[in-house]
């Protein structure tokens, strides 16, 4: 179980981060023309209140639909979702471990007629709770526009009273329609990127998630570029429009993909049928058991809820109710920032967090995305029986996990271990590895920030706060890293009520982060905010590290510092690093607002040539202090080829090869 589910993390972690590198590059380089050509208000339109505006939207429509219907990825039942179906631990070991003759089977439950083969995800069920995303969004989508056009009519008019308003956006109201025309088409694909997520199909998501990134940004350059159309479109619309290309080939690419399981999925019944008849009377009646065969293959799409169904939609209900209180900690900060802040502040923030977030995206993103979904299943099979499933039960149960388990014999206290002992030795690493990521952008990113600026996007942003705003924002980037892959953890291994105590603390976060918010960024503005932000992300990390302590306290050998952060000697170096990277900065680039270009360049190479050096020195000592973890990692992709037969073969790398 723990293999199968390495080889989730490892591949799809790799086939996501190699979408997002390539993904990354691409767009960097035309957004970068995209900045060149757009004022800081006008940028700070697209990158704040259009940002806020469908993120809002998209977020509570589908986030808690896309986390909590994993949990049929991690139950692997079938239609029914009956108590006497297989196991979760033996169908999710014969999903990852089924070879690529037989990836129908996995990869497609009989849409049409029930459970996928030999207990393999019903995808029926899947996009019977997933379809329910529809219409959700619909009704929030019509609510935060309705909400943005009321908010932007309120603040023309005290502008036309005299009230020192800044000029009404041109289009302001069309855009805010066109935006949310593009968030329904993006629902509409919601089904079948769920369905696609459920399946581990990572392949597939980086070809969509590429080509409709890289379509918005073609669009935008495309348009902003063209001498006659961008005089007669204003910046409102031209965002519009890209966002408007950019959901329709979400939507196109999805349901490509979610056509495709719906005919391998009907393809698949009559196979299973010719399979069972001629297997014998054993065979059959393992086929006809219940939760899959010929009783599933009476369902309807209007037949009534299984228990798994109705279970996954209160799942989903809890992680809905979350994914508002995440919504206001992450976005939260930029409400404030846009009612507060004039257009050229937000866009000052808007590109620094952009760039500054490159990295979280890149590379911090995928490996949680990947992490969820296997930590997900190995939650569910630590579940299952005896002293794991109270271990399981959040951060409250755990200790309760260990009076129980002092209560019992030695050979239950080993058995918690056992269960438990996989998800430390797969969190270590992760976590580890972020937090080295984390690190390098923390030491080297406050440094380096103003020269980035300026060699890129010129002195028209170099010498605004950008800089220092995009320093503060290096050192945020090592709190988002070990954040994303701690919440990660612990929202897949809690179960309901574990989930609802965690809400409950978010929604004490939340509260404190927005009058943090409201205090720095009317003093401090776009710096301000990105404080207000750190503070939040302390907030969280201690209590999902409250957690995870609480959740291994069966595993007398788990340490937090030891288990989860760096050696204290590369905790050193990243420190002196830091250090001699600030002192050269002070010493070449002292005044270098003022510097001819000239000479700014000859000095900025030298500033570089050290940053090389320093960087250089502290990946070798890495190598010799973190052995252990770069083992792990290559030991995993080791496993994963030599099961698979290939790069491509094995758990989700079938997937990922097959998509």
């Known amino acids: 179980m723990e293999n199968d589910q390495a080889h989730v993390v490892a591949s799809g972690f790799l086939a996501l981060l190699a979408s997002q590198i390539g993904t990354r590059i691409v767009t960097f380089a035309i957004n970068l023309l995209i900045a060149r050509h757009l004022t800081p208000g006008a940028y700070g339109l697209a990158s704040v209140q259009f940002h806020l505006l469908t993120t809002t939207v998209l977020f509570i429509s589908r986030e808690g639909f896309r986390r909590g219907c994993l949990r049929f990825g991690a139950a692997g039942v079938g239609a029914g979702g009956d108590d006497d179906a297989e196991t979760p631990d033996a169908k999710v070991k014969e999903a990852n471990c089924r070879g690529d003759g037989d990836r129908s089977s996995r990869n497609s439950g009989a849409i049409g007629g029930g459970a996928g083969g030999n207990g393999g995800i019903n995808n029926r069920s899947v996009l019977r709770v997933a379809a329910l995303a529809v219409p959700w969004g619909m009704v929030i989508t019509a609510g935060v526009c309705s909400i943005a056009l009321w908010q932007h009519t309120a603040a023309a008019n005290a502008s036309s009273g005299g009230s020192a308003q800044e000029p009404e956006v041109p289009y302001y109201r069309e855009a805010v329609v066109l935006h949310g025309m593009a968030a329904v088409l993006e629902l509409l694909a919601e089904p079948f990127y769920i369905l696609a997520s459920v399946h581990l199909m990572f392949g597939s998501r980086v070809a969509v998630e590429f080509a409709s990134t890289l379509t918005k940004s073609l669009v935008t350059l495309g348009l902003l570029s063209s001498r006659r159309l961008a005089h007669v479109l204003p910046p409102a619309l031209i965002f519009s429009a890209a966002q408007l290309a950019m959901a329709a080939v979400v939507m196109a690419g999805y349901w490509a993909v979610g056509l495709r399981l719906m005919t391998a999925g009907r393809t698949e019944v009559p196979r299973r049928a010719a399979r069972s008849k001629g297997g014998g009377d054993k065979s059959s009646r ?362 491509g073969g094995g758990g989700a790398g079938k997937s990922g090869k097959e998509d």
């Open 286 to 647: 393992a086929t006809r058991r219940p939760g899959s065969g010929s009783r599933s293959e009476s369902n309807t799409w209007l037949s009534p809820w299984t228990p798994l169904e109705r279970h996954v939609l209160a799942t989903t209900a809890v992680f809905t109710l979350q994914a508002v209180e995440k919504l206001a900690l992450a976005e939260g900060s930029k409400v404030v920032l846009a009612t507060m802040q004039s257009a050229v502040n937000q866009g000052v923030y808007g590109l620094v967090s952009n760039l500054g977030s490159l990295v979280v995206r890149t590379l911090f993103q995928p490996l949680e995305e990947a992490a969820f979904a296997a930590f997900s299943t190995w939650g569910a099979d630590a579940k299952a029986p005896g002293a794991g499933a109270a271990a399981t039960e959040g951060p409250g149960a755990a200790a309760a996990t260990v009076t129980a388990a002092a209560a019992k014999s030695s050979p239950s206290s080993a058995a918690v271990a056992a269960r438990l002992a996989p998800l430390a030795r797969a969190l270590s690493p992760m976590v580890k590895a972020v937090a080295v990521l984390g690190l390098l952008a923390a030491a080297f990113g406050p440094s380096y920030s103003y020269v980035l600026l300026r060699l890129v996007y010129g002195t028209r942003w170099s010498e605004t706060e950008a800089p220092a705003v995009l320093a503060a924002y290096s050192v945020y980037v090592l709190l988002l890293a070990i954040n994303g892959i701690g919440e990660a953890f612990v929202h897949a291994v809690l179960d309901a009520r574990g989930l609802q105590q965690s809400n409950a603390l978010l929604l004490v976060f939340s509260g404190a982060h927005l009058g943090v918010c409201v205090a720095l960024v009317r003093q401090y503005g776009a710096l301000g905010l990105v404080a207000a932000d750190g503070a939040n992300m302390v907030l969280r990390i201690s209590y999902s590290a409250w957690c995870i302590r609480r959740f291994f306290r069966p595993l007398p050998a788990f340490s937090l510092r030891r288990d989860l952060l760096p050696a204290p000697s590369a905790l050193g170096a990243f420190a002196i690093a830091a250090a001699a990277a600030a002192t050269s900065n002070r010493l070449l680039l002292a005044g270098a607002a003022s510097m001819p270009q000239r000479i700014f360049l000859r000095r900025a190479a030298s500033h570089v040539g050290v940053g090389v050096v320093l960087l250089a020195a502290l990946l070798g000592l890495l190598v010799r202090t973190e052995r252990a973890v770069l083992r792990q990692v290559l030991e995993m992709r080791r496993k994963r080829r030599e099961r698979g037969g290939g790069p």
